[in-house]
Nanobody, 124 residues
Framework: QVQLVESGGGLVQAGGSLRLSCAAS????????MAWFRQAAGKDREFVGA???????YADDSVKGRFTISRDTAKNTMYLEINSLKPEDTAVYYC??????????????????WGQGTQVTVSS
């Protein structure tokens, strides 16, 4: 059973930056896709990006320009760095691990393991 723990969220002003971390309990997660999702109040969980074997997929070009996903396999930890934060980035950010087929990587139901989430609030 893989356990994922996110950290690094908080309250930040628009234009600021944050780095979120997702620590996995063991190396099992490093052999799977690891992904970041976010969920704003009243909205569905949204795919942010995923990483597997060093290959990164972002939700779209706008996210790719401000969001950077990386992973330190020695620490079993994945990171999400967010720059130029906007109020619309306010959400609970979750990390997930699993083995979705490539075409299904954006579907939260394709991931087996989830962290508890970390709140990111961006003030204008």
């Amino acid at each position: 059973q893989v356990q994922l723990v996110e950290s690094g969220g908080g309250l930040v002003q628009a234009g600021g930056s944050l780095r979120l971390s997702c620590a996995a309990s063991d190396r099992t997660a490093s052999r799977q896709d690891m992904a970041w999702f976010r969920q704003a109040a009243g909205k569905d969980r949204e795919f942010v990006g995923a990483i597997r074997s060093g290959r990164i997929t972002y939700a779209d070009d706008s996210v790719k320009g401000r969001f950077t996903i990386s992973r330190d396999t020695a620490k079993n930890t994945m990171y999400l760095e967010i720059n130029s934060l906007k109020p619309e980035d306010t959400a609970v950010y979750y990390c997930a691990a699993g083995t979705p087929i490539l075409s299904n990587r954006r579907n939260p139901e394709a991931y087996r393991y989830w962290g508890q989430g970390t709140q990111v609030t961006v003030s204008s």
